[in-house]
Nanobody
């Protein structure tokens, strides 16, 4: 069974930085796109950024220039470097993997359990 395990959330002051990591565990053949979504209290879950296996990236407008997504295909791991954090970035951040081919199963998508990022003074 393939799972996504996130780490790196926490409390940070406005203007600070955090780095989120998400590692896919299990017997994996390939993963198409990996990315990060977030859900703030009372709001819908939204895409923050994603990256394909070839390295193409996509960001939501509100994080462009502040967040950077990267990926290590050999480790099946995706990272989100978050700089110049704002209170409105406060949310639970979820890792997402699209079209995951395992050794015995294929998954259309897999979600991580979420990690809380709080930006507050």
């Amino acid at each position: 069974q393939v799972q996504l395990v996130e780490s790196g959330g926490g409390l940070v002051q406005p203007g600070g930085s955090l780095r989120l990591s998400c590692a896919a565990s299990g017997s994996i053949v390939s993963i198409n796109a990996m990315g990060w979504y977030r859900q703030a209290p009372g709001k819908q879950r939204e895409l923050v950024a994603n990256i394909t296996s070839s390295g193409s990236t996509n960001y939501t407008d509100s994080v462009k220039g502040r967040f950077t997504i990267s990926r290590d295909n050999a480790k099946n791991t995706v990272y989100l470097q978050m700089n110049s954090l704002k209170p409105e970035d406060t949310a639970v951040y979820y890792c997402h993997a699209d079209d995951v081919k395992g050794s015995t199963h294929r998954y259309l998508e897999i979600w991580g359990q979420g990690t809380l990022v709080t930006v507050s003074s």
